[in-house]
């Protein structure tokens, strides 16, 4: 008989997880084995190897420069308070 993969163990770990709780368990054993579950089946996905494929299809391209931004704030408006009274003043001085 082959030995189980991680996979297959997980499977495993998380059907008993779901089935422990209708055995008859007295309360305290009953959290103890659901803690001790919950741990084995953290450990097991935390020693899962990543492959290189699901990491290509996680990255996402971001654009460079300004005009490839989906939002821009303040749009139009001058930067710094002192420009937009410079320009009010100039705006009132050649009229």
């Avoid at 008859?24 to 097991?44: E, R, S, Y």
């Avoid at 990543?50 to 001058?78: C, F, M, W």
């Amino acid at each position: 008989m082959a030995p189980m993969s991680k996979r297959q163990l997980i499977l495993l770990l998380s059907v008993w997880s779901t089935l422990f709780l209708f055995l008859g368990f007295p309360f305290f054993w009953d959290k103890v084995i659901a803690v001790i579950t919950g741990l084995c089946i953290a450990m097991l996905v935390y020693s899962l190897p990543v492959s290189e494929s699901h990491i290509k299809d996680r990255t996402v391209n971001v654009p460079k420069g300004d005009d490839q931004l989906a939002y821009k704030e303040h749009r139009g408006v001058p930067q710094s308070s002192t420009d937009s009274t410079s320009a009010q003043i100039d705006s009132v001085t050649k009229a």
